[in-house]
């Protein structure tokens, strides 16, 4: 995805209805697909939860873009840039009448956000495009990764810089928080990929590095496969010890980030873990129903986060 957009400052400035509308589409965007985030943005002051609202927003356009199985990988390519451009102009003060990017500009210029972190977050979705279904060989699911090094990067565009943002709006006053928000967001992004190992294989895309698949003798095409393989196992045991490793950034990012939002991340790290560890209990056979913290579990964590702010 090729971007190059250098705008001519506008003064574009929207009323505070539009805004209130605007935050409002985000906010039900979030409410809606947001299933384990929501939980968190609900115990922050409203300014930050609008603000992570409309970053929500954004990053799920940019998913919605990439995830699109009704048109080409080309046009979706050629979607995401129109969208980074588009986002590029209501930075610099064009006229939108687009609440995602009315909210999001807002945001952007009330927390200071580098408009380099949202470039980040299209390209790492636009890095799902790579290699494509209608590209691939026989039908068999495509590697996109040799290495963990190689898998980092990507964790690191469509996680790590989640966290950037997020700790921007959170605040915080050292700069070490940057380097512990990448380390979550690296857990966070490896919890998902564990539990949706069959769910990327049957869109042929597959985020465990070559190299593990090959010292625990796993093929692409097994991940498949309507039974789960029983090496598999191992294989998802062995990350998620690495993603535990990057989990212990949480307990650090916590001390230093604003007093107000440490319930919300408190909350987003409770869930997360506690799914990791539901995998592990289930002796990570991610091939039977959806693994995820129930409804009520979710509203525990947030009972718990809400005493945590009042207290």
Not at 98 to 124: M, W
Not at 276 to 281: D, H, M, N, S
Request: contains cysteine; neutral net charge; aromatic residues 10%.
């Amino acid at each position: 995805m090729n971007v190059a957009v250098e705008p001519v400052a506008g003064s574009f400035s929207p009323s505070s209805s539009q805004l209130a509308l605007a935050y409002s589409v985000c906010r039900g965007m979030a409410r809606a697909a947001a299933k384990n985030f929501y939980y968190a943005f609900m115990v922050l002051p409203r300014p930050k939860r609008r603000a992570l609202c409309a970053v929500y927003a954004y990053m799920r356009h940019c998913d919605d873009i990439s995830d699109d199985a009704l048109i080409m990988a080309d046009l979706r390519r050629q979607r995401l840039s129109e969208w980074l451009e588009a986002t590029h102009r209501a930075f610099a003060g064009q006229p939108t009448d687009d609440p995602i990017l009315l909210a999001l500009t807002d945001t952007r210029r009330n927390f200071s956000i580098p408009v380099e972190l949202f470039d980040e977050l299209a390209y790492g979705t636009a890095m799902d495009l790579q290699v494509t279904p209608d590209t691939s060989a026989a039908g068999d699911p495509v590697v996109y990764y040799r290495t963990f090094e190689d898998l980092r990067v990507y964790c690191y565009r469509v996680a790590s810089v989640v966290g950037l943002v997020c700790i921007r709006i959170f605040g915080y006053r050292d700069k070490a928080a940057e380097r512990f928000a990448e380390d979550l967001g690296i857990a966070f992004q490896l919890t998902n990929i564990i539990r949706d190992v069959r769910e990327d294989a049957a869109m042929r895309r597959v985020y465990i590095p070559a190299e593990e698949l090959k010292q625990f003798e796993i093929a692409p095409r097994d991940l498949m496969s309507p039974n789960m393989p029983v090496r598999l196992r191992w294989l998802l045991a062995a990350e998620a010890d690495r993603a535990r490793g990057f989990y212990a950034a949480a307990g650090e990012l916590m001390e230093l980030i604003d007093e107000d939002s440490q319930p919300a991340l408190w909350v987003l790290v409770t869930i997360y873990r506690g799914l990791l560890e539901r995998i592990a209990a289930r002796e990570y056979d991610v091939y039977g129903p959806k693994i995820r913290l129930t409804t009520r579990e979710k509203f525990l964590i947030l009972g718990k986060g809400l005493l945590k702010r009042i207290v």
